[in-house]
């Protein structure tokens, strides 16, 4: 009855559809970093160079040659790996980036573990107790986390829980200076020190990954919460829901099974508007806290017009943003039975 | 088995408390059908609600008795409720498929019942199942077990729905509206099929509908509610031909059926002389060859398959067919809001396909070719008082302006018997009714020659109904109009119409006058589709004369 | 399920009347509305009327606590937070309404375009708005004001271009929802244009669920320009606006003088959260079937 081979195309079509996105986001990368007001070689060559700097610079990065050849000889360096020179630390940007990823996964991934945790039970209970605490609750909270700048929040929250109570650590980075590193295997330091058997360290990493992580959390937390609420509250008062009443069948099945599984739908398309948002957000809170991460590379770039980095960390981003939405779409493609056919 | 003895329903709203169901009584024995038969807002469906106790939030049974086998339906704990749903008394709605979880498959759905009612365990829920899908003759049923809603027709659903309300062998079935939005084939069959399942295993059911035709053709006894009460029961037949209520009467006069004319689908009071028709045999509108295909997912659709017929002068022709047989393809290409892919639309002497469906709107034979729309609600801008829906057509086709326009406005109004008071209301303040004759006043404001009625009255309650097809017959010959009436309802067709197209699948099937294709249809689709529709009883006249000759009169100047 | 009958209503409200039904009616409208008047009033009276010059500096008098004389302290170099503060709110406001304008108008036109017309129109225009929503919007404003040079204008410009995808997004679906609704084919019966039919029947009613997506916008924008003022992008000392102002004050904040940062971050936060409230108000007046 229900062939795979649809759902197979479908899945095929959806990884098809990520190519020309990547392209366009390669050009317009190209575009950031070439086609630039002025003279794209002063960029490169940085604030401090001379005439003479500027013209090696331009030589070497092939930018006296026509746009469409660059922008070949930039397709071509991409692919392997080259996304140029960083001028403040002397390496290259791919390798800066590289070492500096796992930081802002780790804050990342736990911010939206943690918000997702808190927001769907927050939004279904809300959907289901309309006009309760639990519900208002819900309201203030969407409506407050939609208002709330990151940094802002990130500074209050450093005032409150370091100055004022003595509880968090001093906002100085992923680790405290008493602790060593863990030996690197993911670079999440939870998951190393945790292999490691090192609670000690483990503890420590924890303590310093709170604050950002809540942070980031309370801003992603908003949407999420919304999403979860209206998608419960439309399931809630769909005509299959009162099919199933009519049935007799018990609350929590008709709760989970029937209309929570319907709620995830469009709670799972959300979540790639809410990486959105996360990713970005990710910059500010790492500038906050110190946070070796690649938000904060790019920002530390920024100060010194070290351009390529910029560029770099722009595109990076982007690239991982397209994998993840990637992820979520193939997501929604397993849960959702309908994906691949035509609806009579 | 089941008796409701002055049961009072309200709910609790943002304009202060309503009441739904006022005080009625009635009573349900074993292996009955009782039909509840009103129009929207009589409180109907929410009886049943109240008793199944499954209403909205801000509904509560304010008073009076339910019992069911002893059972009080009212005072019942939540958990003896559910008990009783599914397993004693179950419910089936209208609108199969989103009745059904989309994103489950249809034979888990009934094992969640029958576990739920322990009638099944873990290792024989889908044994249970699949006969529980037979026994709705399905064919197949063990491949459909794993089919998902989206992928089965409107009827398959329904016999999905029914499925899973019968998994448990319940006492008593309530069917709220089970037919509304199928054709007239598959709810003929989906009505067949309840009849016969409620028959073999001996229940009782309750069918709601706002057709008294289909309630006089299933039930044993029939109730019909307005505004909440019962204002009559009886026998269909009774009821039929001597209906004691006014309401009822009225109800019952304005069901149409076989041998009346459209006068008499109104209250006597309210039926004026009868319209005199000039109908010629000059062509107005000659459709030849007509085709339309589109590109589709799958190749190519072939909406409309190479159709050909005349329009007369003053005529009206009635387009007939189910979902998916052309006609509203043929008659978007008609008023030129689509192009053909091939064929003529002679009007008038031109081919008027040759100019692009874009192209039209600046066309000087624009205001001849006007449509009135199925949906009112979706036909009024949402934005736009009556009088500015209204003046539309005026200001960009008639090119008037100030104290001209605000006349002619109300001219129409007073046409089409809407109140002048209603004019700068927005459509969400109108009625259903009311609706209908914006768009009806819009339609004709620039006197066209050519009226496409795409189902007009479809959406509105039986007695509405009566009022606008008699405003229509009545606009065609004030106005000399000639009218393509589109519709799925056969007896309204056969009202109206001086002429019948059959459609199927894109192709016309037979064509003739009304009288010979609706008494003696030649082709087999067009007999089943006669078969098909609801049959109310003949309503034998006996007081007045003066009925009598209404009839024939209705017979003699339709068919002139 | 059950129709309630028609309420018989009087004499339908004016367009004025309607606004003042709606302001009454919720009270959180009437709020937000208070104090969006409050800021528009700050905007354009308040460099005239606060009681320092913003830039002006006072080396003895910094880092003083909020005190009768200084609502809201003063900074490290003397200058009166309240008066710089109430200042800012002229630029942010600014910056995000010319943001939102911009890409409302451009993502209007080319959501009706691709919503009506469809074909090549739609597809390219989806490709392109892929592309724009495949980057993360904070960074892709980075990259863009890095690239374009460091000054208000780009600022934006930038804000403008990452909001303009949900501007096209939600316009080509409201409007190909009813490209073929009853009213748009009776508009074309009527003699109205495919373009007039667009713009003066189908557009109009796209209107109050695009009204939500401006008032959020607003907000958004504000945050924007204050994130990327944070970082350093955008605006430079000694400017007032509240992003600046709370990335100078947040090395403060750690040491105990709070208001630094806390008072326009407060500020930053009470505009964006009024522009939120505001979107269901004015979606409100602007829908038809809100009127009674």
């Known amino acids: ?344 | 088995m089941l008796t409701v003895k002055d049961l009072a329903v309200s709910f609790q709203t943002r304009r202060g408390e309503v009441d739904a169901v006022r005080g009625i009584s009635f009573e349900a024995s074993k292996g009955e059908i009782l039909g509840i038969v009103g129009e929207s807002g009589s409180g109907k469906s929410v009886t049943s609600y109240a008793l199944m106790r499954i209403l909205d939030a801000g509904g509560t049974i304010k008073a009076g008795e339910a019992t069911y086998s002893g059972l009080d339906l009212r005072r019942s704990a939540e958990r003896d409720m559910r008990d009783i749903r599914g397993r004693e008394i179950s419910m089936i709605f209208q609108n199969p498929r989103a009745a059904l979880n989309p994103i489950r498959k249809v034979g888990h759905q009934i094992e969640d019942v029958l576990r739920h009612h322990a009638r099944a365990t873990r290792y024989d829920a889908r044994a249970k199942a699949i006969a529980a899908l037979e026994a709705v003759k399905i064919k197949d049923a063990e491949a459909r077990y794993n089919a998902y809603p989206f992928e089965l027709s409107g009827g398959m659903c329904q016999r999905i729905v029914c499925a899973i309300a019968l998994a448990c062998d319940p006492r008593l079935l309530i069917a709220d509206e089970p037919t509304t939005g199928l054709d007239i084939t598959t709810q003929k069959a989906v009505m067949d099929l309840v009849r016969d399942l409620i028959r073999e295993r001996e229940m009782s059911s309750i069918l709601i509908t706002h057709d008294l035709g289909l309630a006089a053709q299933y039930c044993d006894r029939i109730l019909v509610m307005k505004d909440g009460v019962i204002v009559e029961q009886g026998d269909p037949v009774q009821i039929f031909s001597t209906p004691q209520h006014p309401y009822s009467r009225k109800l019952v006069d304005a069901t149409p059926r076989a041998g009346t004319g459209v006068r008499s689908l109104l209250p006597p009071e309210d039926r004026s002389a009868e319209p005199i028709l000039k109908i010629s045999d000059q062509p107005l509108l000659e459709v030849r060859d007509l085709t339309k295909t589109y590109a589709g997912k799958s190749g190519p659709v072939h909406a409309v398959k190479g159709i050909s017929f005349t329009v007369n002068q003053g005529q009206c022709v009635g387009l007939v067919g189910e979902s998916g047989c052309g006609k509203s393809t043929t008659s978007e290409i008609l008023v030129r809001l689509m192009d053909a892919t091939s064929g003529e639309v002679i009007f008038d002497g031109d081919d008027i396909a040759r100019v692009p469906a874009r192209a039209f709107a600046k066309d000087r034979r624009r205001a001849d070719i006007q449509m009135v729309f199925q949906d009112a609600t979706d036909s009024l801008n949402p934005r736009h008082t009556a009088r500015q829906t209204i003046a539309e057509p005026l200001r960009r086709l008639g090119r008037m302006r100030g104290a001209n326009l605000t006349a002619r406005i109300e001219e129409l109004a007073i046409l089409v018997g809407l109140p002048l008071s209603l004019l700068d209301r927005f459509p969400h303040q109108l009625s259903g009714g009311q609706k209908a004759r914006v768009g009806i006043a819009r339609a004709v404001a620039l006197e066209p020659k050519f009226l496409i009625l795409d189902e007009p009255t479809a959406a509105l309650d039986v007695s509405i109904q009566a009022v606008v097809l008699n405003l229509l017959v009545d606009l065609r010959a004030k106005l000399g109009l000639s009218y393509l009436f589109v519709s799925h309802d056969l007896h309204v067709v056969r009202l109206l119409c001086d002429h019948v197209i059959v459609m199927k699948d894109g192709e016309i099937v037979e064509q003739g006058p009304a009288q010979d294709v609706m008494s003696n249809p030649q082709s087999d689709y067009t007999k089943s589709l006669l078969a098909a529709a609801p049959k109310p009883p003949q309503r034998r006249v006996i007081t007045e004369e003066n009925d009598l000759e209404n009839i024939n009169a209705d017979a003699v100047a339709l068919h002139a | 399920m059950t129709e309630i009958s028609q309420h018989p209503v009087a004499k339908p409200r004016g367009n004025f009347d309607h606004i003042l039904y709606v302001l009454r009616g919720n009270p959180v409208t009437l709020i937000a509305f208070g104090m969006f008047a409050l800021l528009i009033f700050s905007a354009v009276f308040g460099p005239a009327l606060v009681p320092y010059d913003p830039l002006a500096t006072n080396a003895t008098n910094a880092l003083q606590p909020p005190s009768a004389a200084h609502w809201f302290g003063t900074d490290n170099v003397g200058r009166d937070v309240f008066s710089r503060v109430i200042v800012a709110t002229r630029l942010d406001l600014s910056i995000s309404v010319a943001a939102v304008a911009l890409s409302f108008v451009v993502g209007s036109i080319l959501g009706c375009i691709a919503g009506y017309w469809g074909g090549w129109l739609d597809i390219i225009l989806n490709r392109f708005l892929d592309t724009i929503m495949a980057f993360p919007l904070f960074v892709l404003a980075m990259g863009i004001v890095a690239a374009l040079g460091n000054t208000i204008e780009n600022i934006i410009y930038a804000t403008a271009i990452i909001n303009m995808p949900f501007y096209a997004r939600l316009v080509r679906a409201e409007v190909n929802i009813r490209r073929d609704a009853g009213f748009a084919r009776a508009a074309k019966l009527a003699g109205n244009s495919d373009l007039r039919v667009l713009a003066f029947h189908i557009f109009p009613n796209a209107l109050p669920p695009m009204m939500v997506q401006v008032s959020l916008n607003l907000g958004w924008a504000i945050l924007n320009a204050a994130g990327l003022s944070f970082i350093g992008l955008g605006v430079s000392p000694p400017t007032a606006e509240w992003g600046i102002m709370v990335a100078e004050g947040a090395n403060f904040i750690v040491s105990g003088e709070w208001w630094l940062a806390v008072f326009p971050g407060l500020w930053l936060m009470i505009a964006v959260f009024t522009f939120n409230l505001l979107g269901d108000g004015l979606r409100d007046i602007v829908d038809p079937r809100k009127r009674t």
């Open chain 1, 1 to 344: 009855m229900l062939s795979s081979a649809p759902r197979l195309r479908a899945i095929l079509l959806r990884m098809a559809q990520s190519v020309p996105v990547v392209v366009g986001v390669v050009v317009i990368s190209f575009l950031l970093t070439r086609a630039l007001p002025g003279d794209p070689a002063v960029y490169f060559a940085g604030v401090t160079a001379d005439a003479e700097s500027i013209e090696q610079t331009r030589v070497a990065m092939g930018l006296d040659r026509p746009l469409l050849q660059q922008f070949f000889s930039y397709v071509g360096d991409l692919l392997q790996g080259d996304l140029g020179q960083s001028l403040s630390s002397g390496r290259s940007v791919a390798e800066d980036l590289a070492k500096r990823l796992p930081a802002s996964l780790e804050l990342t991934l736990t911010a939206l573990l943690l918000a997702i945790a808190i927001a769907v039970p927050l939004g279904v209970l809300a959907a289901t107790r309309p006009g309760t605490w639990v519900d208002h609750l819900c309201r203030v909270v969407v409506t407050a986390g939609v208002s709330l700048p990151t940094f802002f929040t990130g500074i209050l929250l450093i005032y409150i829980f370091y100055y004022l109570l003595g509880i968090a650590p001093s906002p100085l980075g992923r680790l405290d200076f008493i602790y060593l590193d863990p030996d690197h295997v993911t670079g999440f330091y939870l998951i190393d020190a945790a292999l490691m058997g090192d609670w000690e360290t483990w503890r420590g990493a924890a303590k310093q990954l709170i604050l950002p992580a809540s942070t980031l959390a309370l801003f992603t937390l908003a949407p999420v919460a919304r999403m979860t609420r209206a998608a419960m509250l439309t399931a809630l008062s769909s005509d299959f829901i009162r099919t199933a009443r009519a049935a007799g069948l018990s609350n929590p099945t008709i709760l989970y099974r029937y209309a929570f599984r319907n709620a995830l739908l469009p709670v799972v398309t959300t979540l790639g508007m809410v990486f959105s948002f996360a990713l970005g957000a990710n910059v500010l809170v790492e500038k906050v806290f110190a946070w070796p991460g690649i938000g904060s590379y790019a920002v530390e770039a920024l100060v010194v017009s070290d351009y390529a980095a910029v560029q770099g960390f722009v595109l990076a981003m982007a690239l991982l943003f397209v994998a993840l939405n990637l992820v979520i779409d193939l997501l929604y493609t397993a849960i959702d039975p309908r994906i691949g056919f035509s609806s009579r």
